[in-house]
């Protein structure tokens, strides 16, 4: 009969597991170097009950332990959280995601209001960076609008939006970005091409406008 319960055996192995050597584990519970290994052997995550999850702060990976993350000192999203989990409150709240990248699509790029995102990190976002992209996109495109409705919701205005999103994704490369500007360039100037020209007012539009006036002026005398 081992003189080692399973259960103190799972306890070594997860400390081997989340990070500690073996020699030091094994040390620290007095029991030999080679049976731990055995027991790292024999014993599996699931076994031990590890997950591998992903930082809700900065993305790294690392083992469900419900410790603070190693890489950026965060706790772990409180489960019972529903602002953490509940993914149709942020929704109905105006989230929603725009990409999904990283190896294996393992982080996502969210898009969010503002009065939402300093909710949810407790902090005022009006000291973070931007650089205001997608807003000058959207005014060239209400712009673009005014001239033909049909034009302001077509693929190509979506493009465009689709384009200022990948330049302000800070991930993307300053390569992608460089490929990303130069066909938002493009396709505005493409949606301006075929757009209607902005109608201006004419001289006799003046003459209309003015004798309007005056006959406005005039009923208002005889009156």
Do not use: H
Not at 20 to 33: F, G, M, Q
Not at 162 to 186: F, H, I, M, V, W
């Amino acid at each position: 009969m081992s003189a080692y319960s399973d259960d103190f055996k799972r306890e070594a192995v997860r400390a081997v597991r989340l990070g500690e050597t073996v020699p030091k584990v094994a040390k620290r519970l007095k029991c030999s170097p080679s049976s731990l290994r055995g027991w790292v052997a024999k014993f599996s995550d699931e076994d031990l009950g590890l997950v591998v999850v992903t930082c809700a702060t900065c993305g790294a990976e690392r083992w469900n332990d419900d410790g603070p993350c190693g890489s950026c000192g965060a706790e772990p999203a409180d489960p019972d959280d529903e602002k953490a989990r509940d993914g149709d409150d942020l929704a109905a709240a105006g989230a929603r995601v725009v990409a999904v990248f990283g190896a294996f699509a393992s982080r996502v790029m969210v898009e969010m209001p503002t009065r939402l995102a300093e909710e949810l990190f407790n902090e005022p976002l009006a000291d973070c960076s931007r650089t205001e992209i997608f807003d000058g996109v959207e005014r060239d495109l209400a712009e673009i609008t005014k001239r033909d409705a049909d034009l302001g919701r077509s693929a190509l205005a979506g493009l465009c939006r689709g384009l200022a999103l990948e330049l302000e994704n800070p991930y993307n490369s300053a390569t992608s970005k460089a490929q990303c500007a130069g066909q938002l360039r493009d396709t505005l100037a493409q949606l301006r091409e075929l757009a209607p020209p902005e109608r201006k007012a004419s001289g006799l539009d003046d003459l209309k406008s003015d004798r309007s006036a005056r006959l406005a002026g005039g009923a208002g005398t005889a009156d």
